[in-house]
Each structure stands twice: as C-alpha cells, then as structure tokens.
C-alpha cells in the first residue's frame, strides 16, 4: 500500500511541475509577444514624431513600423552578444594588442619630462620665442 501512494504521490508532483513549467512558459511567451509590439509602438511613435522633421520622411503605421523594428533587428542583431566564448575574446585581445606592434614606442623616457621641463625646458622655451620676436624684427 505504502508504494502505490508513494508512486501516485510521485506522479502527482511531476504532473504540478509539469504544469508550472507550462504555464510559466506560456506566460514568458506571452510577456515576449507584448514586449514586441510595445517595441513597435514605440518605435512608431517616435518615428513619427522625428523623422518627418528632421528628414522630410513620411509618417509610418504601427505594422511599418513594426517592419522596420524588424529588419533592423535583423541588419543590426538581436542583441545576444555572442556567449563567453574565452578563446575568441582572447584572439580578439591578442589581434588588438599586435596590430600597432611597428607603431608603439618606449614612453618609459617621459617619466623624466617633468623634470627637465622645471629645470631647463621653461628657460629654453622663453629663449626661442625671443630668438623668434628678434628674427620677426629684422634681428634688432
């Protein structure tokens, strides 16, 4: 007896789980499909409310503008950012790190500008511009 009400008891609570997945996924598509034609709406108004100004476009409807939700979606993506692929994000790095390699230089030596630029650089500096006023001058 304590085996067959273990197993109905069992089935029963696959059954209520079965059917709060159910019922969850119905209403997560649900909540999707609203999301989606609140896009629409959206992008139909403010469609509407810019690009006839700005650009002299005509005005769309709501499926126009559900259209061009759509196809920019499509040309632009759906926003999935591609996963955490590490071997990927690591070429990534790697080609952005070698792709200046003939280009960079050593800035160690500008840690010493502050420096020289307190000691003699202000100094040189106000003897070129006289140097230059002189030769503007004639060389007076």
């Known amino acids: ?15 209520k789980n079965s059917v709060k997945k159910g019922v969850k996924i119905f209403f997560f598509v649900l909540l999707g499909i609203t999301i989606a034609f609140l896009f629409g709406y959206i992008v139909m108004h403010l469609w509407n ?7 002299g476009l005509p005005k769309v409807n709501y499926w126009q503008a559900f259209g061009i939700l759509l196809l920019s979606k499509i040309i632009f993506g759906f926003g999935g950012g591609g ?14 790190r070698n ?3 003939g280009m960079r230089r050593d800035f160690s030596e500008w840690e010493h500008y502050d420096d020289f630029w307190k000691e ?7 003897n070129y511009v006289e140097r230059i006023k002189m030769e503007e001058n004639g060389g007076e």
């Open 83 to 96: 996963g955490h692929d590490k071997k990927r994000k690591s070429k990534k790095k790697e080609f952005f």
């Open 49 to 55: 409310w810019l690009m006839p100004y700005l650009f």
């Open 120 to 126: 003699e650089g202000e100094q040189a500096y106000k």
């Open 99 to 101: 792709r200046c390699g």
């Open 1 to 15: 007896m304590e085996t067959k009400d273990n197993i109905k008891r069992h089935v029963e609570d696959g059954v």
